[in-house]
């Protein structure tokens, strides 16, 4: 069973950075496809950042690309999410999950088949 655990969450003013980590156990990391999803008080849950097997695709939601950078680590079994001139709205909790289906596929909209328990990012104006 695959567990993730993410952690780097905080309270930061806008315009900060975090970065956020998502440990990977339970089965062969360089297997799956790892992505950031995240959800606002009273909206939905929304795709973020997504990487492939191999780290030589990466995806990004248009509310983020060119501000957050995915990346990972198949030595660590660790993804990391960093988080640069970060906003309010970007306030949110940020899930990390993990799919045997390529990223693009997650990025289509096949959900993905593991979720961490996520970590809340807030960020003030």
């Known amino acids: 069973q695959v567990q993730l655990v993410e952690s780097g969450g905080g309270l930061v003013q806008a315009g900060g950075s975090l970065r956020l980590s998502c440990a990977f156990s339970?089965?062969?990391?360089?297997?799956?496809?790892i992505s950031w999803f995240r959800q606002a008080p009273g909206k939905e849950r929304d795709f973020v950042a997504a990487?492939?097997?191999?780290?030589?695709?990466?995806y990004y939601a248009d509310s983020v690309k060119g501000r957050f950078t995915i990346s990972r680590d198949n030595s660590k079994n660790t993804v990391y999410l960093q988080m640069n001139s970060l906003k309010p709205e970007d306030t949110a909790v940020y899930y990390c999950?993990?799919?045997?289906?390529?990223?693009?596929?997650?990025?289509?909209?096949?959900?993905?088949?593991?979720w961490g328990q996520g970590t809340q990012v807030t960020v003030s104006s």
């Open positions: 999950t993990a799919s045997p289906q390529r990223a693009s596929r997650v990025v289509a909209g096949i959900p993905p088949e593991y």
């Open positions: 990487v492939s097997w191999s780290d030589t695709n990466t």
């Open positions: 339970g089965r062969t990391f360089s297997g799956y496809s």
